[in-house]
């Protein structure tokens, strides 16, 4: 059984940095990729970051520059190191596995951590 954890969430003063890290527990077969989400109070859930199994990178607009997603294979961790916080970056943030569809035709999130807390006061 697959599972996504997260840490790192906090409470920060606008400028400053966090850093958040997923662990996955379990094999993730057909992984093609992973990535970051966060959903701010009373707004939908959206894309910051993804990183595919060869390394790159995609950055939502609002967060290039300051975000900076990472991963290590051989510990099953995924990070993203956020830099120059905004009041704006508030949010839960969530950590996403993709893997490959039965046909091996499309590339879809499929599992899902609980989230963690971002505060950032200004």
């Known amino acids: 059984q697959v599972q996504l954890v997260e840490s790192g969430g906090g409470s920060v003063q606008a400028g400053g940095s966090l850093k958040l890290s997923c662990v996955a527990s379990?094999?993730?077969?057909?992984?093609?990729?992973m990535g970051w989400f966060r959903q701010g109070p009373g707004k939908e859930r959206e894309f910051v970051s993804s990183?595919?199994?060869?390394?790159?990178?995609m950055y939502a607009e609002s967060v290039k520059g300051r975000f900076t997603i990472s991963q290590d294979n051989a510990k099953n961790t995924l990070n993203l190191q956020m830099n120059s916080l905004k009041s704006e970056d508030t949010a839960v943030y969530y950590c996403?596995?993709?893997?490959?569809?039965?046909?091996?035709?499309?590339?879809?999130?499929?599992?899902w951590g609980q989230g963690t807390q971002v505060t950032v006061s200004s």
């Open positions: 996403a596995a993709k893997t490959w569809d039965s046909n091996g035709g499309s590339c879809q999130y499929v599992y």
């Open positions: 379990g094999s993730i077969r057909g992984k093609c990729g």
């Open positions: 990183i595919d199994t060869y390394g790159n990178p």
